[in-house]
């Protein structure tokens, strides 16, 4: 039951990420890569707000003599 609801809520919420994005107009591959690109887009932000922020945190701290 509780496998089936996620599943459900899953489903709605890729329809509306194509219905968004108007990728439910193009061919399944053309879908396939846009998405790709877009994760890969965001995995990269992510990894670089991770490696970099603290550092530029730190040194904005540092700046501001709060540390």
């Not at 996620?6 to 994005?21: A, D, V």
């Not at 107009?25 to 990894?47: D, K, N, Q, S």
């Amino acid at each position: 039951m509780v496998l089936r609801r996620t599943q459900e809520i899953i489903c709605h919420y890729y329809l509306q990420y194509l219905l968004l994005t108007a990728l439910y107009m193009l061919e399944p591959w053309e879908r396939m890569a846009f998405t790709t690109v877009l994760v890969a887009v965001l995995a990269m932000g992510v990894y670089t707000a991770y490696v970099f922020l603290p550092l530029h945190i730190s040194a904005a701290l540092n700046y501001l003599q709060l540390i």
